[in-house]
């Protein structure tokens, strides 16, 4: 089998942030592979790599076996084309005038358009129902319509493999399921290889035959549809809770958010301390704010991000000099606020020597009798010299505290007010 896409220890930055990392991945010529993961994760990235609009940091990009970088435009241009979100064209062209620029690579630039090239582009037309359009100028046209034209310039262009970038979300349902349907029947009868990003993770299971889900630059899950799209993998890469069951009459996946816990009613009269820092306690204490959960949080360090984050969101805090390990004073003020606390809640922060009291903290309100939720993962943070941050959860979790994947899980364990 012919490899259309290959990725070898690709590695992309934006002004020196990284946003992917080392990614391997190779696509076979004629797959249809759905492209998912939330926002930010890397996958317009991606996208720009494959098509030669961003050079990697790091690594090799191959189109059927042929170096990216050594590829003459021209070439590049014919085996690849892009259907983004939106294209911005401020030049009044009609519709047919911009479905005919698909045919630029083949017919060259000062080139008239022949037979085989007015056939292409009325058969592009025709498919996307965009053919009694074709008079108007792009910018007189609601979004779908202007996508659908978009569309059909990528399909006369004839190109061996198309990125679909979101490029159904300006659509209503009807043509949303024509241009994929289209661009399935291509991909099958005429082994036109697609890669498409989407949102939608319900279409991207029904037309894709691989799915490959990104999160902070990684390939976190690449397989079949019913492999990759489990409740345990979307909570994790999502954060939040999702019901995915097999439908009975068509044999798909049918995935669902579950419901959110109310607002202003789950957590109202329970307070929680969590132990934070630098960020990592960002998505943890905002959920718990939005459930309407009475925050503390602490030991932080002045400055901290937590911190700041903990303050807008009207948290009380037990604060550290900057750089500093952790003392004897600021661990009391801890201590005082956590006994307050109905339950305590350990994000997924990252330990040294410094900040190890805070585990002193959470040992000292289980032996109270206080609920204490720990961050899975911890081997993955703990930077002390002889892993005494995971010796000392461990034995946490012995003694009765519970473990959590993801704040969705979280929320399903935390103390809540019924009704």
Not at 188 to 199: C, K, P, Q
Not at 270 to 294: F, N
Request: glycine residues 8%; proline residues 5%.
């Amino acid at each position: 089998m012919t490899t259309a896409i290959q990725l070898d220890h690709v590695t992309a930055k934006y002004r020196e942030h990284p946003v992917l990392q080392d990614i391997s991945l190779t696509i076979n010529s004629g797959e249809m592979v759905g492209i998912l993961g939330p926002n930010g994760a890397g996958k317009s990235t991606l996208f720009n790599i494959v098509s030669g609009l961003l050079t990697p940091a790091t690594g090799t990009v191959k189109l059927f076996n042929a170096d990216l970088r050594q590829m003459p435009p021209r070439e590049r241009a014919k085996a690849i084309a892009v259907v983004p979100q939106e294209l911005d064209i401020p030049v009044p062209y009609t519709v047919e005038e911009i479905v005919m620029m698909g045919r630029t690579v083949s017919m060259g630039r000062f080139a008239k358009p022949t037979s085989q090239d007015r056939q292409a582009v009325e058969r592009a037309m025709v498919y996307t129902d965009v053919a009694d359009i074709r008079h108007r100028h792009l910018n007189e046209l609601s979004g779908g319509e202007r996508q659908r034209a978009i569309v059909a310039m990528v399909l006369a262009q004839e190109p061996r493999i198309i990125l679909m970038d979101e490029a159904t979300s300006h659509l209503d349902i009807n043509h949303r399921l024509e241009i994929m349907q289209l661009v399935e029947r291509l991909n099958r009868e005429s082994g036109v290889t697609v890669l498409m990003i989407s949102h939608d993770l319900q279409m991207a299971a029904e037309f894709s035959r691989r799915l490959i889900v990104l999160q902070h630059g990684n390939i976190v899950a690449d397989g079949i549809p019913s492999m990759v799209l489990t409740e345990e993998t979307l909570r994790r890469v999502y954060n939040c809770d999702v019901r995915v069951s097999q439908d009975p009459q068509t044999g798909g996946l049918s995935i669902l958010a579950a419901p959110r816990l109310p607002a202003a009613a789950a957590g109202k009269g329970i307070q929680i301390h969590a132990v934070a820092g630098g960020g990592c306690g960002e998505a943890t204490l905002r959920r718990l704010a939005l459930c309407g959960y009475t925050l503390s949080c602490g030991v932080v360090s002045q400055g901290d991000m937590d911190a700041e984050i903990g303050a807008v969101l009207g948290a009380k805090l037990a604060l550290e000099k900057p750089f500093s390990p952790i003392s004897r004073e600021a661990l009391q003020v801890a201590q005082d606020l956590a006994f307050k606390a109905d339950a305590l809640v350990l994000t997924p922060i990252p330990f040294g020597t410094g900040n190890l009291p805070n585990l002193e903290l959470l040992e000292s309100a289980l032996t109270a009798g206080k609920p204490v939720f720990i961050a899975s993962g911890i081997g993955n943070r703990d930077y002390t010299p002889t892993r005494q941050a995971e010796k000392w959860v461990q034995t946490l979790i012995d003694r009765g505290a519970k473990p959590y994947q993801d704040v969705a899980e979280l929320l399903t364990l935390l103390p809540a007010k019924s009704g």
